[in-house]
Structure formats: structure tokens, C-alpha cells
């Protein structure tokens, strides 16, 4: 490649810098131009909970109602930034416990004086939590409403020839700059720098590290205690937080006991800086690079951090109680940072149950992270990874990812204990379905009672594994559909590690059975839809319906559409709606005043009757149509051989429907129909 064909490739990927944000970003001044920063906006010196509370809060926030409680959904946790790549789905409400506790941590309140603890079962999003969140304070710190600023040591040294040169010590712990003024004059110096119309008090701050402590003492002594001279040798700059380069984000693992020690946590000795020094107790040849160090004014995370030795957790107790670590050899130091760390039921129980832990336990906020129990927000876990755009050469069924996400969810549920409902009932109301004689009351108590829901059951790491197996098997021909699915996550719970007895295996096998009921009953009614294809006229029908059971509760005439003569209610239509869903004629009166009752219930919420969100009226109405219509195509001849040619333009329509209308291709649709044909034959045979 010649040489200037080199510079134009050099000069168009420089093109795609952005050189006002990268001076921006690489600012640095004197403490003096860094005090005028403070005086325009004080909210720079936020301490490192005000940072993440504002962080999240910088993203938005919307409200809503569920069940007849008020939720929270912060936008953050859904990773638009990054393309959704660590979205959090349906754990709004252990999310909004989560950001309460930085409110409170925030304003002072206690908690940021906590460990807080995500707990929870295997892949239930805590990593995921904690990965967000030290992400979203890398980002957070590159935007002029996140910026934060630490400083540099500006000295002379002198070198063996006697010459000297100048020396840049950054502040090994990203230090807030204030915290050079010292304590005593802080009070005056920050009430002049923030008033009290600011509406902002500056924190209090902390006192320096031993290394930025020895150099201020020194250059005191040798400008004989004049502290404007000494500020003449302070550079302050802009704080980039990045966990790669080890500035303000800090993660700590267990390892193997004899190969990990606390010294990674709070620094350690440089042996190669002693002999330049004289000693190991000169601060000047210590490394302040533990995990501790490197994480303050910003988030450390530790990895199940309950499966750390002893010795670590007594670094833990003080780092949240006290605010202070204690490196090797120096004295206790401030840190300003917040401490999340995330564990599994076992190691929990441990720590409940070890009466040496209970200072640990008294320093710890715990926040539940359980599975996902409603079932839309479950899907949306699996929509991320396998759709269009990602899986190449391969459809996937209608449903595939909504019947697995079923089977998931239903192994999280308990049994329900009262209300005669099946679990695939309970499942049902907790995604926004309605059953009769059941209110949002009913729902409520449901969770109130089931206590230990979504803390066990199967994760969606097994379910995703699944799905990539039937992905890749030679089955299929192009398209994979739920029963490979199905099969796959049936045919591992054999080797499920954490399967660990038959009664609950035997329990998994049937709930799969449940799912495959369910999903017959699916794409029954998709077919029959297909077949009738007609939304409108289900519109039609039930607007009919509920004229004539409104006229019949209020002992009314209902008004003919078409001569407009009031007549009195059609009670064979309404019959021949209700015996779609086995309403018996002792039960018709009770049944339609619920349905009168519901609508009068949305009513008053401001809401308005749709007939899709009552499942069974739904059900029994698209029966209606499809005995309609179902004379317009046999569906058991679908698995004839022989078919005319009348019949199979028919079966081509509705095929075309099934690919247009719900997302079927042409393998699939042709299975789903032979599938349901099938069903009907076998009904067929039976009567």
C-alpha cells in the first residue's frame, strides 16, 4: 500500500473524532479554576451515592399502575444507551427498592453506611445490576452533568547528578480536590462556594490519603506553612471513571484461599520504591491500588461477595460502616464509594445461620432479585437474543419463545393456596389476564401469600441454552417450532445440576405437559381465526352480545339495528355464545351481571371494555365465529392425500393468513395446520 494512500485511511478514521469533547473531557486547571467550577455548579463534589442516585435519575422515570399499585419503571435499567444489551425486564419493583436505598444513601439517611446485597437465585439479573450500574457511572462521568474531578502533585525532584525535574503524582485514590482544604476551614470556604440559595450543600468530604498527605506536610514545612504556595503545585483534571483503566470502578472475586490476599483489597507494599525512598512505611512506596483504592468516589462491586474468607469481610465492615480501610502499615483511610456485592440462596443461608456474621449481617441492605413471574416481561428476556436480526438462516415459530418463557415461569410459582385456581390460572392473572370473580385484590393477595415466589425454579440461562440447542439441530429443515423446543428443555432436566431430587423433576415434566396443552389450545384458536379471519366481525358480535345481556340484566328491549324496532333480548345468541365456555343455564344470569359488573368497574377507572383482555368471552366468541364459518373448510382433510382443488385453494388462504396475520412461514403454518387437523381428527374419531 503506498504511503499516501495510507494517510487518507489515517485521516478518515481521525475525521470521527470528536476534539472538543475529548478537550473536554482531558480539562485540567489550577485549584483555583477548579474553586470557580464549584462556585458555578457545587453539585461537581457530589459524594459517590449522590453520583449514582442522579445517575439513574438522569435517565428518566415513568409511572404506572399494577394491580392497584403505583410502580416505578426507571428507564436506565432498560440499557438504551447500549441497544437494550443488559436490559432488565419485569423487576420493577425490586429495582425501585434498589434506587431507594441511593435516595436515602443520597440524603444522608443511614444506607450509605451499608453493604447493600442483591440476593437471589442463579440468573436472576444481579450481575447484571451491578454490571449496569458501574457502566452507567463510566458514562455518567463523560457528561457535563456527571462531571466529577481529582488533581496531580506537581514537585520538584532532585536526581543523582544534582539537577532537578519536575515530578507528576496523581492522587492515588481520585481524590475530590476540596478535600486538600483542610477540615477546620471547610465550613466557612464551602458555605461562601455553595450558599444556602444554591439549594446544594457541599459534602464534608474526607481527610487525604497518606500518600497526598505526606506530600501536603511536606511542601507546608518547606513553604513554612503558606498555603497558597502549596495549591501552585496542584494540577486538577477531569475523573473518567473506567473499569478497564481501574479509575473509580473496582471488582472483586473470590479465589482460591492460598492465592488471594487482603493486600487486593487495600494496597501493597512497592518493593522497588523502597530503596529509593528508605522505607516501607514512606507512603511515597506503596502502591494504593487495591480494589478499595481504585474504586473511590465510585462503585465497587464484589463477585458472590459471601463466599469471601473472614479476613476480607473485616475490610467489608469497616469499608461501610466507617467509611475507612486500613492499607498496611498506615492509618485508617477514607474511602467514598458504594459497595454492592450479589449472592446465592446457599451462601446466604450460610451467613444467616453463622452467629460469628452478625455484624456483617447488621451492616448489610438486602434486596431480593427473584425471577421474572409475568410472563410478557420473560419473553422479552428471549426476543433479545433470538429474533431476525440475530439467528440467520433459521425461523423460529410463532410461540416457540412464549411457550418456553411459560414453562419457566411456571416452575417459579407456588400453588396457589385458596381460590380454587390452577397454577396455569394464576399464571395467567399475573399477566394482565382477567378470570371471573377474580379483582386485582385477589391478585394482590395472591403475591402477599406466596412468599418465597420467584426464588426458586428454573433460570433463563437454562432456557436460552435450550433454544440455541434446537437452533442448531438438524431437525427442522429451516424452522424450529415449541415442541423442539419443548423437547430440549424436557430431555435436559435429566442432567440439570440443580435438579437435585425426582419429586421435583416429576413436577417440571408435568408442568411441560401444561405447556403443551396450552399451546394445542394456542394455535387451535389461531387456525379457527385463520379460518373466520374476521376481527371485525368478532368486534360486531360481541358489541351484540353485550347489548343484548345489558338489556337482559336491566330487564330491558334491546333496539334492532336494522328495523329499529325494540325487541327483547336474543337469548339463543347469547346461549350460543355461553356454551362455547360450558356456562351452564343454571349459571347464565350470574355470568352475565359479572360481565356487566366488569364493565361498570372499568368504567368508573376511566377505562374502556375491550373484549381481548377477558379471556374466556374472547375464547367464546371467536368459537361462535369459527362454528360459523368452519363449514367453509374441513380441517380434517388436511391430512387426506387426496385433496381437490376447491379445498386446497381454501387451505392456501388460510395458510396465507396464518404467515400474514401471525408471523407463520411456510414450513411452519403447514405443520400448525396439519397439527390442528390432526386434533380435530382425533375429536372426530372420538365422537
Known amino acids: 500500500m503506498k504511503d499516501a494512500e495510507k494517510g487518507s485511511w489515517v485521516s478518515r478514521i481521525a475525521a470521527f ?16 479554576d477548579y474553586l470557580e467550577i464549584v462556585r458555578k455548579n457545587p453539585k461537581v463534589t457530589r459524594t459517590a451515592f ?5 445517575m439513574i435519575l438522569s435517565h428518566g ?9 403505583k410502580l416505578t419503571r426507571y428507564h436506565f435499567f432498560s440499557d438504551e444507551r447500549f441497544g437494550g444489551r443488559d436490559a432488565i425486564f419485569g423487576l420493577d419493583v425490586p429495582l425501585m427498592k434498589l434506587v431507594n436505598v441511593f435516595k436515602s444513601a443520597a440524603q444522608g439517611y443511614g444506607t450509605e453506611k451499608r453493604v447493600i446485597l442483591l440476593h437471589g ?10 454490571r449496569l450500574l458501574k457502566k452507567g457511572m463510566e458514562e455518567y462521568s463523560k457528561v457535563p452533568e456527571g462531571a466529577a474531578y481529582t ?3 506537581l514537585t520538584d525532584k532532585k536526581q543523582p547528578d544534582g539537577t532537578v525535574t519536575k515530578e507528576k503524582m496523581k492522587c492515588p485514590m481520585n481524590e475530590e480536590p476540596l478535600n486538600l482544604i483542610p477540615k477546620e476551614w471547610r465550613p466557612k470556604i464551602f458555605a461562601e462556594l455553595s450558599p444556602p440559595e444554591s439549594g446544594y450543600t457541599i459534602p464534608n468530604g474526607c481527610e487525604l490519603c497518606p500518600a497526598c498527605r505526606f506530600v501536603f506536610k511536606e511542601l507546608m514545612t518547606e513553604y513554612k506553612g503558606d498555603f497558597a504556595q502549596v495549591m501552585n503545585h496542584i494540577h486538577v483534571n477531569r475523573l473518567i471513571f473506567s473499569e478497564k483503566d481501574r479509575v473509580g470502578i473496582g471488582t472483586f472475586q473470590p479465589k482460591d484461599e492460598k492465592n488471594q490476599d487482603s493486600t487486593e483489597l487495600t494496597g501493597d507494599i512497592n518493593y522497588r520504591k523502597i530503596a529509593e525512598y528508605g522505607s516501607d512505611s514512606d507512603p511515597r512506596a506503596f502502591n494504593f491500588d487495591g480494589e478499595f483504592n481504585i474504586a473511590n468516589r465510585g462503585v465497587i462491586e464484589f463477585v458472590e461477595v459471601l463466599k469471601l474468607d473472614v479476613a476480607f469481610l473485616y475490610d467489608l465492615l469497616g469499608a461501610s460502616q466507617e467509611h475507612k480501610i486500613k492499607p498496611k502499615k498506615f492509618p485508617q483511610t477514607d474511602i467514598d ?37 409475568k410472563l410478557t416481561e420473560e419473553v422479552k428476556i428471549y426476543e433479545k437474543d433470538f429474533n431476525s436480526r440475530a439467528i440467520k438462516g433459521k425461523h423460529i415459530a410463532p410461540h ?23 397454577l396455569l390460572q394464576k399464571l395467567k392473572l399475573y399477566n394482565g389476564k382477567t378470570l371471573p370473580n377474580f379483582t386485582e385484590d385477589n391478585i394482590k393477595e395472591l403475591r402477599k401469600e406466596s412468599v418465597r415466589e420467584g426464588l426458586e425454579g428454573i433460570s433463563a440461562r437454562y432456557i436460552q441454552d435450550k433454544i440455541s440447542n434446537a437452533l442448531v439441530s438438524d431437525k427442522g429443515e429451516g424452522c424450529i417450532n415449541p415442541f423442539m423446543v419443548l423437547n430440549e428443555l424436557e430431555a435436559g432436566l435429566k442432567t440439570h445440576s440443580l435438579i437435585n431430587n425426582e419429586d421435583a423433576r416429576k413436577r417440571m415434566k408435568e408442568l411441560l405437559t401444561t405447556v403443551k396443552q396450552e399451546y394445542e389450545d394456542i394455535v387451535k384458536n389461531e387456525v379457527q381465526r385463520a379460518i373466520s379471519a374476521d376481527e371485525d366481525a368478532i368486534g360486531k358480535l360481541c358489541g351484540n352480545y353485550i347489548d343484548n345481556i345489558k338489556a337482559f340484566t336491566q330487564k330491558e328491549k334491546v333496539r334492532n339495528k336494522y328495523t329499529g324496532i325494540y325487541e327483547v333480548p336474543d337469548e339463543r345468541l347469547m346461549r350460543s355464545i355461553e356454551e362455547k365456555i360450558d356456562i351452564p343455564e343454571s349459571r347464565k344470569d350470574d355470568f352475565r351481571g359479572e360481565i356487566m359488573n366488569y364493565i361498570g368497574a372499568l368504567a368508573v377507572e376511566g377505562k374502556t371494555f375491550n373484549y381481548r383482555t377477558n ?3 374472547h375464547k367464546a366468541l371467536e368459537l361462535k365465529l369459527f362454528e360459523d364459518q368452519k363449514d367453509s373448510i374441513k380441517l380434517k382433510n388436511l391430512v387426506s392425500s387426496v385433496v381437490d382443488k376447491e379445498t386446497q385453494e381454501k387451505i392456501d388462504l388460510v395458510k396465507d393468513r396464518m404467515m400474514k396475520n401471525y408471523g407463520y412461514c411456510e414450513i411452519c403454518s403447514t405443520d400448525v395446520l396439519n397439527f390442528v387437523a390432526s386434533i380435530f381428527a382425533r375429536g372426530d374419531a372420538k365422537e
Open 17 to 32: 473524532q470528536d476534539v472538543k469533547t475529548y478537550a473536554e473531557l482531558n480539562w485540567d486547571g489550577s485549584f483555583e
Open 50 to 54: 449522590q453520583r449514582i442516585y442522579d
Open 61 to 69: 422515570k415513568s409511572e404506572y399502575i399494577d394491580n392497584k399499585k
Open 121 to 130: 437465585p442463579v440468573g436472576s439479573s444481579k450481575s447484571t445490576i451491578a
Open 151 to 153: 488533581f496531580s502533585w
Open 337 to 373: 464509594e458504594v459497595i454492592i456485592g450479589h449472592t446465592n440462596e446457599p451462601e446466604y443461608k450460610k451467613l444467616e445461620s453463622n452467629e460469628f456474621m452478625e455484624a456483617l449481617r447488621d451492616r448489610t441492605v438486602k434486596i431480593d432479585i427473584p425471577y421474572i413471574t
Open 400 to 422: 416457540t419463545l412464549e411457550m418456553a418463557a411459560m414453562w419457566a415461569v411456571l416452575t417459579r410459582l407456588e400453588e396457589p393456596k385458596k381460590h380454587n385456581l390452577s
Open 615 to 617: 379471556e374466556r368471552l
